[in-house]
Structure formats: C-alpha cells, structure tokens
C-alpha cells in the first residue's frame, strides 16, 4: 500500500513535468481542449517523443486519420495561439518550432495525414543567455504559445504542427523531449507570394545528432543553438 502510493505520487509527478498542446486561442475566442488539434496519443500521460525517426513524429497523433472534429478559420498575417491541456503547461527549457502543411487538393485539414515531405517552417525562437552558462527561453513555464501566420501564404486548408523540444536532457542520444500536436486551419486573405524552400517530412526532417537535438545546455557552456530543420520561409 505504502509503496503503490510512493509510485503513484511518482507517477503524478512525471506527469506533471510533462505537457500537452491540445487547444487554440484566436480573436479572444479559445477551443475546447481537442476540438481543432487532433487528440495526441499523449493526452493522458503527456509524455513526448524521444525517438526523431518516430512516425508519431508527423502530428503525434492518438488515432491516426481520425482528425479533429473543427478547423478553425484563420486570416494570413494575424497570430494563432496553442494553448497546453489538461491544466499542463511547458514545464521544460527549449525552442518552439512552427510549420505548416498544405492540404492538396480532394482532402480536408481534417483528412488529411500530414505525411511525406509537405512541411515548411514558419517560426523558430533562440534562448536568451547563450554564453553566460543560464540558458532561458521565452516559453518556460507557459501556457501558450503563439505563431503569426505569414501575411504571404497562399489561402486554403493546413495543418499547423507545432513543436516545442525539452532540451533538459538532451545531451545524450535521444534525450531530447518533442511535444507535439497538430491544428486544422483553414486560412484566408493571404497573398500566396511565399517562398517556403524546400517542403521537409515529419519523420525525416530531423536526426537524432542534429546539433539543435543532440544539445548539452550546460557544459562547455553553449555559445549558440542551431535549431534543427530548415530555414523559416520568407515573404
Ligand atoms: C475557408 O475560408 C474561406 C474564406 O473565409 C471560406 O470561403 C471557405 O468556405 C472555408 N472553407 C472551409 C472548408 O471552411
Ligand atoms: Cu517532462
């Protein structure tokens, strides 16, 4: 008795440091948890991905092809929020990585998988403190976080996918710790001018020994951090 309540009050405590992204924040106007971002197969436990190779990967998902019940209208140039679930919040240091994923054509934001090499960036943060040995960054202890969508994208139906990467432990091989969920968007009033590079697939943007995943944040103290994947796209 004694010790399945020491495990269980373990148990709550991992839960704890971890975290989900399962809502939206736009206009004001929140979602309910799940209701425009697909239900990730970390809902419960909140737990991340350590494996980069990993097809959870590409939105994380719980149940694969079954999307999300709402896409949420969106206007090219103004700034979405996701927002953690289950009273988490973003517990561990490290960067936030946005992309976006266009829907082809004959599929939904709520049907399509978001697989093979559709993805382009469009936000990364860097730490504050590189070089002093206090490493901080701009989300730590957060309960949203927020991307502006580019002004520049071509209108229609996407999945965002956002990233957060707990680099706690990240100095050994699969340390690193990705959060991840994906929204259904359906954007408009973009100009569709962007230059979004070469598009990048969930898995398969990233390797285990990426100098952004294989990151010792301590010693010898970082001078810089390179986030892993492409270049954010540009107008
Ligand atoms: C997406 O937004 C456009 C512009 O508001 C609208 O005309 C279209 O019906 C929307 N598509 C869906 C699937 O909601
Ligand atoms: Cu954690």
């Not at 070469?198 to 951090?225: E, K, M, Q």
Request: net charge positive; proline share 6%; aromatic share 8%.
């Amino acid at each position: 008795m004694k010790l399945s309540g020491s495990l269980a009050v373990l148990a709550a405590a991992g839960a704890q440091a971890h975290y989900t992204f399962a809502g939206t924040l736009y206009n004001g106007q929140r979602t309910a948890d799940w209701e425009a971002v697909r239900m990730t197969e970390n809902r419960y436990h909140n737990g991340p991905i350590t494996d980069v190779r990993s097809e959870a990967m590409t939105c994380y998902e719980l149940n694969p092809g079954r999307g999300a019940a709402r896409t949420l209208g969106v206007t090219a140039g103004s700034t979405v929020s996701i927002t953690t679930g289950g009273g988490t919040s973003i517990f561990h240091p490290g960067p936030t990585h946005f992309y976006l994923a266009k829907v082809p054509a004959g599929q939904t934001a709520a049907t399509f998988s978001g697989k093979g090499a559709v993805w382009f960036k469009i936000a990364q943060d860097q730490p504050r403190g590189l070089g002093t040995g206090s490493l901080s960054w701009e989300t730590e202890g957060k309960s949203q976080v927020s991307v502006r969508i580019p002004q520049c994208v071509q209108n229609g139906e996407y999945l965002l996918r956002v990233e957060h990467i707990a680099l706690h432990s990240a100095s050994a091989p699969n340390g690193a710790q990705l959060y991840i969920s994906c929204a259904q968007l359906n954007i408009s009033g973009g100009s569709g001018s962007i230059k979004t590079g070469n598009l990048v697939a969930f898995p398969g943007a990233y390797s285990a020994t990426d100098p952004g995943i294989l990151f010792n944040p301590y010693y010898p103290i970082p001078t810089r951090y390179i986030n892993p994947g492409p270049a954010v796209a540009t107008c």
